[in-house]
């Protein structure tokens, strides 16, 4: 098709309109759930007021026994009386399978114990080791042992001249319990003395009630007895209880043999028990005072560690790149009521497929005090995350306390974590509108990627974009602009606007784009592409503004038409050029010369100035569709 110019000098604009369409995708990236545990706690504490010692109680549960699993019933009322007064009672829970059978070797019936409690019905109590103490049954307000308890519990009223102390804690695979007592008052200790000493799980859960529900507290899980040796339901060689005699001067039992699978879940679901109990057996029963005093490892004086403060730090922030150094930081305090000068060490590490990897060499613990600045210390690790797993979405970092000596462990721990700044996804782009687009026309490419972590958003990052004629690789973004527009947010959809400006000497036909991830690190992830996604037009042929060359009047003159008429696809030898005007002479494609002839007028002469002639210009294409 010809294409009239009405002057060499003419200048032509073009301008387009394009609409704009939205397409979409189903590119979903899913995120690690977290599960979330809730601890069951004592909503109503019972009314009982301090006896005025401490007091030691023996309770029978089993796991079909619905007033003792009941809210406010028999396990809940002896633990809301633990709350309200931790340091004035002690009791032990029998647990049994069945209420019709209790004195079973789950509930603690295995030699050396006596067993001199009913053989059936739960939930049912003892107080003092004494039969006499009883209280059986239960109601649901969380008082029924309130009146026993604030009464004396039965105890002897030489109570307290005696002193004890109960402390746990691990070594490899086995518990160091320790258990110390004396004698504080006037005169003589009584005689014939026995120490009943028991492992408890404080939250039983190795047991649950046939309801499902919350299964008590202090659980017995073995006996602790004579000879550095234990005795549980299934394992343990003990066979007889400790026999001691009190003085002024504080004496010990320790035990070092007792494995940690003995308690489930550990150490930090372990309790130790104490007791001063006259008689020729452990339990006596029967109705005279004997026992004298009672202990666990929960009541004070405490020597007692903890981590009030633990972070874990980079450059980032709360999240790290591959290669980052992390700095681990610990603040380790006495919160206990004695000094510490036990030594040991703090631990730093970090999990990977729920093992510990410690880090360095640990840092020592100097001596800390109750009170002052040596209350507290600082210790600090730095971590390579270079060999963590490029798959990870996070990692968790820890320390630990290894000490000695003290009553509370469960608080020699802490954790925190730091989310992996993965690199990004992409998604294939997508052309919005048109595909059908001409040289000066912009057009718009959704850029789309996911974060693929917890860190980035698509707030946080943008994209590279490049186009390319179609299957050449020949990747340019230098007629892409724009960017700071996101478009579909919240969706599968959601990305980032771009513009593209097709330039004068790109050839026409199908064009691929490409686009990658960047986020706010730099990270990018890999090319998505998608191939002949837009149609860049033929683009007619052009006249530019240039100054011709003056020509002589009257005389046939070549015209040199480089750089004043152009093509983007068709080189200029091979345009047609022809011409009504009666000044035109020819075309030479092979010179690219227009030649021209202003002839001499008898009635005008020469024509002078600057002078037109209309020319038609074909490259074979067509443009009816452009008007």
Request: include cysteine.
């Amino acid at each position: 098709m010809q294409i009239a110019a009405r002057s060499m000098a003419l200048t032509i604009v073009f301008i387009f309109l394009g609409s704009l369409m939205a397409g979409f995708t189903t590119d979903y990236n899913s995120i690690e759930p977290k599960n979330l545990e809730e601890e069951t706690v004592v909503q109503y504490p019972s009314q009982a007021t301090s006896p005025g010692h401490v007091v030691f109680g023996q309770y029978i549960s089993s796991d079909n026994c619905g007033h003792c699993s009941k809210q406010g019933g028999g396990s809940d009322a002896h633990h809301s009386i633990k709350q309200n007064h931790p340091d004035e009672y002690v009791y032990v829970t029998y647990m049994s399978r069945s209420f019709g059978d209790t004195d079973t070797a789950a509930a603690g019936n295995v030699a050396p114990y006596n067993w001199a409690w009913t053989a059936s019905g739960a939930p049912d109590a003892y107080f003092g080791d004494r039969t006499d103490q009883r209280q059986s049954g239960a109601n649901a307000a969380y008082t029924t042992y309130d009146q026993i308890f604030s009464s004396g519990g039965g105890m002897h009223s030489s109570v307290n001249d005696y002193g004890m102390t109960a402390s746990i804690s691990q070594s490899g695979t086995n518990y160091n319990i320790d258990i110390t007592y004396k004698y504080t008052g006037a005169g003589n200790a009584a005689g014939n003395m026995k120490l009943y000493a028991a492992l408890v799980d404080k939250d039983c859960t190795g047991y649950s009630y046939s309801s499902g529900i919350p299964h008590g507290y202090n659980c017995w899980m073995a006996w602790l007895t004579n000879g550095n040796t234990y005795k549980s339901q299934n394992s343990g060689s003990g066979s007889s209880f400790v026999s001691v005699s009190p003085t002024a001067t504080s004496q010990s039992v320790s035990w070092t043999s007792v494995p940690t699978a003995v308690v489930p879940g550990g150490l930090s679901k372990a309790i130790v028990v104490g007791v001063l109990m006259a008689g020729n057996t452990v339990s006596v029963g029967g109705s005279s005072p004997h026992v004298y005093h009672a202990i666990d490892s929960t009541m004070g004086p405490k020597m007692d560690l903890s981590i009030p403060s633990f972070t874990a730090s980079t450059p980032a922030g709360a999240s790290y790149v591959r290669g980052d150094v992390v700095t681990l930081d610990a603040t380790v305090a006495n919160t206990g009521d004695l000094d510490y000068n036990s030594g040991g060490s703090v631990d730093f590490y970090y999990v990977i497929n729920g093992n510990k990897n410690y880090i360095g060499q640990g840092t020592q613990i100097n001596t800390l005090t109750t009170s002052g600045a040596a209350q507290t210390m600082a210790a600090q690790a730095s971590f390579d995350t270079s060999v963590l797993p490029s798959n990870g979405w996070k990692t968790v970092f820890g320390v630990e306390l290894s000490t000695s000596g003290e009553s509370v462990t469960s608080n020699n721990q802490a954790t925190t974590e730091l989310d992996h700044d993965r690199p990004p996804t992409s998604k294939t782009p997508q052309v919005i509108g048109t595909s059908e687009v001409s040289r000066g026309q912009y057009f718009t490419v959704l850029a789309k990627g996911d974060a693929d972590d917890n860190v980035d958003t698509i707030d946080t990052m943008s994209f590279d974009v490049e186009v390319s004629k179609s299957g050449m690789g020949q990747w340019t973004g230098a007629v892409v602009t724009g960017g700071d527009n996101i478009l579909y947010l919240g969706s599968a959809n959601e990305g980032r606007e771009y513009s593209v400006l097709p330039t004068m000497d790109m050839p026409a036909g199908l064009y691929d784009v490409r686009s990658r991830t960047v986020d706010a690190r730099g990270q990018t992830s890999g090319w998505s592409m998608a191939t002949e996604v837009f149609d860049l037009m033929n683009a007619p042929p052009s006249i530019v503004p240039n100054q011709v060359s003056p020509v002589q009047c009257d005389i046939s003159t070549k015209v040199d038409m480089t750089g004043i008429i152009s093509d983007p696809e068709t080189p200029l030898s091979g345009l047609s050029i022809t011409s009504s005007d009666a000044a035109f002479v020819g075309w030479h494609p092979t010179t690219t010369e227009v030649e021209v002839l202003f002839a001499w007028s008898p009635t005008q002469g020469c024509p002078l100035g600057q002078q037109g002639i209309e020319i038609f210009m074909d490259d074979g294409g067509d443009y009816t569709t452009q008007g």
